[in-house]
């Protein structure tokens, strides 16, 4: 029993500890370059795509990790202090860099509606598209609540092309 508490109340403490551990620009510069190479990863993915169904799966799946590191991404960056001049302008800088490569990554996507949607994932598409649509607006929230007020249009600037874009591709499997 002794061992059961120390081992919870260890637990705990280390839980805790994780929580408050402090996150700045370079953590948020980060996630965006893991961002940027999960894309990579992605295109890849949607470039193999010929209609089966491993394929399929592996798209989804890195779609999903797309997700799931704009999700941490959002949370280190809600996690963080207000940046200071020269961090917004990296963040801003290194987020820029991005959006050619969604735009990329979903014009591909489109250029295979045909396949996905002859292969009977559309709605799959659909669905995934959404919900990147969804984490890239939450992680543009939170960055321009982090930004400086100089660079806060610049990032709602980026949010509004993704949005558009991720809206134009979304329409096309709609």
């Not at 399929?56 to 991404?73: F, H, P, R």
């Not at 400086?148 to 990032?155: E, F």
Request: glycine fraction near 6%.
């Amino acid at each position: 029993m002794r061992f059961g508490t120390l081992a919870l109340f260890g637990l705990t403490a280390f839980t805790s500890a994780a929580s408050i551990i402090k996150r700045d620009a370079a953590t948020i510069i980060a996630d965006l370059g893991t961002i940027d190479k999960n894309i990579d990863t992605c295109n890849t993915k949607i470039a193999a795509f010929n209609g089966g169904v491993l394929e399929a799966l592996a798209v989804a799946q890195a779609a999903d990790t797309i997700i799931a590191s704009t999700n941490k991404a959002t949370d280190d960056t809600n996690a963080s202090a207000a940046l200071n001049d020269n961090d917004s302008v990296s963040v801003v800088f290194t987020l820029s860099a991005l959006n050619p490569k969604i735009k990329s990554n979903l014009d591909a996507t489109v250029a295979k509606k045909t396949q996905f949607k002859n292969g009977g994932f559309g709605s799959l598409v659909l669905q995934q598209l959404n919900s990147l649509k969804t984490a890239s607006g939450n992680l543009a929230t939170a960055l321009g609540n982090k930004v400086t007020a100089g660079n806060k249009q610049t990032v709602a600037n980026l949010a509004a092309e993704t949005a558009a874009n991720f809206d134009k591709a979304i329409a096309e499997f709609s």
